[in-house]
């Protein structure tokens, strides 16, 4: 399917990128303020640990978030309650994710 030269292709892009995107998030990308955005993901996320499930704190009247993200930082804050460790969570999945389209593209497009 894959030929070594293509694999090793592949490997040097996930390892750009994962690279690229730990340098940005854990020595560029800090003591930034959070967006608002990162703030309601974080609380959607803190809710669904504490057993409140995807709720919006009381009183909070905000646009709906898709579940998928909440989901994922509960997990990775189960593990580890520190944003750095949600930066390195991002990083893996963003970089794994060329694979993803990687392997679209092969199967879709052939090997050109």
Avoid: C
Avoid at 30 to 48: F, G
């Amino acid at each position: 399917m894959f030929t070594a030269r293509t694999i090793r292709w592949f490997g040097i892009a996930v390892a750009l990128a994962l690279t690229g995107r730990l340098l940005f998030a854990l020595a560029y990308w800090v003591d930034e303020p959070l967006t608002i955005d990162q703030v309601e993901y974080l609380m959607l996320a803190e809710n669904l640990r504490a057993g409140e499930g995807l709720a919006y704190d009381a009183g909070e009247h905000r646009l709906m978030r898709s579940p998928g993200y909440p989901v994922f930082l509960a997990a990775v804050l189960a593990v580890r309650n520190d944003l750095a460790a949600v930066k390195i969570a991002q990083s893996i999945l963003g970089a794994l994710g060329i694979l993803l389209v990687a392997a679209l593209a092969f199967r879709l497009a052939g090997p050109r």
